[in-house]
Protein backbone atom coordinates (compact mmCIF):
# COMPACT_ATOMS: atom_id res chain seq x y z
CA UNK A 1 0.00 0.00 0.00
CA UNK A 2 2.60 2.54 0.78
CA UNK A 3 4.36 2.50 -2.91
CA UNK A 4 0.59 3.12 -4.40
CA UNK A 5 0.50 6.39 -1.94
CA UNK A 6 3.68 7.58 -3.06
CA UNK A 7 3.57 6.59 -6.92
CA UNK A 8 -0.30 7.52 -7.85
CA UNK A 9 -3.40 9.70 -5.76
CA UNK A 10 -5.12 7.39 -3.93
CA UNK A 11 -7.42 6.93 -1.01
CA UNK A 12 -5.50 8.18 2.08
CA UNK A 13 -8.78 7.67 4.54
CA UNK A 14 -12.08 6.77 5.15
CA UNK A 15 -13.47 8.61 8.31
CA UNK A 16 -17.12 7.46 9.47
CA UNK A 17 -19.58 8.94 11.69
CA UNK A 18 -18.06 12.46 11.16
CA UNK A 19 -20.36 15.12 13.26
CA UNK A 20 -21.41 17.94 10.61
CA UNK A 21 -23.47 19.46 12.93
CA UNK A 22 -21.74 20.45 16.32
CA UNK A 23 -18.70 23.09 16.01
CA UNK A 24 -15.73 20.96 16.05
CA UNK A 25 -12.81 19.49 14.61
CA UNK A 26 -12.23 16.19 13.20
CA UNK A 27 -9.38 14.65 12.23
CA UNK A 28 -9.83 12.76 9.08
CA UNK A 29 -6.13 11.50 8.52
CA UNK A 30 -2.19 12.21 9.77
CA UNK A 31 0.39 12.50 7.98
CA UNK A 32 3.40 9.65 8.31
CA UNK A 33 6.72 10.42 9.75
CA UNK A 34 9.03 11.43 7.37
CA UNK A 35 6.62 12.11 4.89
CA UNK A 36 5.03 15.30 3.23
CA UNK A 37 0.81 14.55 1.85
CA UNK A 38 -0.69 16.31 -1.20
CA UNK A 39 -4.29 16.29 -0.80
CA UNK A 40 -6.13 16.58 -4.16
CA UNK A 41 -9.08 15.51 -3.32
CA UNK A 42 -11.98 15.05 -0.27
CA UNK A 43 -15.18 12.83 -1.26
CA UNK A 44 -18.21 13.50 1.22
CA UNK A 45 -20.48 11.10 1.22
CA UNK A 46 -23.87 9.10 3.08
CA UNK A 47 -25.18 11.75 5.15
CA UNK A 48 -27.53 10.54 7.87
CA UNK A 49 -30.07 13.27 7.34
CA UNK A 50 -30.20 16.50 5.37
CA UNK A 51 -26.74 18.92 5.39
CA UNK A 52 -29.22 21.59 5.11
CA UNK A 53 -27.85 25.15 7.15
CA UNK A 54 -23.86 23.29 7.13
CA UNK A 55 -22.89 26.38 5.13
CA UNK A 56 -19.27 26.67 6.94
CA UNK A 57 -16.69 23.47 7.09
CA UNK A 58 -12.82 24.36 6.74
CA UNK A 59 -10.50 21.39 6.07
CA UNK A 60 -6.58 22.11 7.05
CA UNK A 61 -4.31 24.09 5.11
CA UNK A 62 -6.83 23.42 1.71
CA UNK A 63 -10.53 24.76 1.42
CA UNK A 64 -12.11 26.61 3.48
CA UNK A 65 -15.45 28.29 4.05
CA UNK A 66 -16.73 25.16 1.92
CA UNK A 67 -20.82 25.42 1.98
CA UNK A 68 -22.25 21.69 1.87
CA UNK A 69 -25.97 22.06 2.48
CA UNK A 70 -26.75 21.15 -0.93
CA UNK A 71 -26.80 17.32 0.07
CA UNK A 72 -30.12 16.73 1.04
CA UNK A 73 -30.85 13.10 0.32
CA UNK A 74 -30.02 10.77 3.41
CA UNK A 75 -27.44 8.39 2.15
CA UNK A 76 -27.16 8.82 -1.39
CA UNK A 77 -25.79 12.24 -1.88
CA UNK A 78 -22.20 12.82 -2.37
CA UNK A 79 -19.92 15.84 -3.13
CA UNK A 80 -16.29 15.81 -4.70
CA UNK A 81 -14.03 18.61 -3.60
CA UNK A 82 -10.89 19.56 -5.27
CA UNK A 83 -8.11 21.95 -5.31
CA UNK A 84 -9.58 24.03 -8.56
CA UNK A 85 -6.66 25.02 -9.93
CA UNK A 86 -6.01 27.29 -6.67
CA UNK A 87 -2.76 27.18 -4.64
CA UNK A 88 -2.57 25.06 -1.61
CA UNK A 89 0.14 24.09 1.73
CA UNK A 90 1.61 20.54 1.24
CA UNK A 91 0.95 19.00 4.74
CA UNK A 92 4.14 18.15 6.46
CA UNK A 93 4.94 15.22 8.46
CA UNK A 94 2.83 14.46 11.51
CA UNK A 95 -0.05 17.17 10.67
CA UNK A 96 -3.55 16.56 11.43
CA UNK A 97 -5.86 16.87 8.21
CA UNK A 98 -9.13 17.88 9.96
CA UNK A 99 -12.62 19.33 8.93
CA UNK A 100 -13.68 22.10 11.05
CA UNK A 101 -16.99 22.11 11.42
CA UNK A 102 -18.38 26.49 11.82
CA UNK A 103 -21.72 26.79 10.87
CA UNK A 104 -22.61 23.09 11.02
CA UNK A 105 -26.08 21.33 9.80
CA UNK A 106 -29.44 22.50 11.09
CA UNK A 107 -30.38 18.86 11.76
CA UNK A 108 -28.12 16.36 13.57
CA UNK A 109 -25.84 14.56 10.68
CA UNK A 110 -23.16 12.30 10.17
CA UNK A 111 -21.23 11.63 7.32
CA UNK A 112 -18.33 9.59 5.52
CA UNK A 113 -15.43 11.41 4.43
CA UNK A 114 -12.63 9.99 2.15
CA UNK A 115 -9.47 12.19 1.50
CA UNK A 116 -7.43 11.15 -1.56
CA UNK A 117 -3.58 12.44 -2.27
CA UNK A 118 -0.21 11.32 -2.63
CA UNK A 119 2.59 11.13 -0.72
CA UNK A 120 6.44 12.08 -0.74
Not at 97 to 111: E, K, L, R, S, Y
Amino acid sequence: MTALNENAITRLSTTTGVDMQAVAATTLYTVPAGKVAYITHVVIRDPSASMAGGTDFDFTQWLQTVDLSSLTTANTDYIVLDGNNAKYQELAAATAFQITVNTGTTAACTATIDVFGFLV
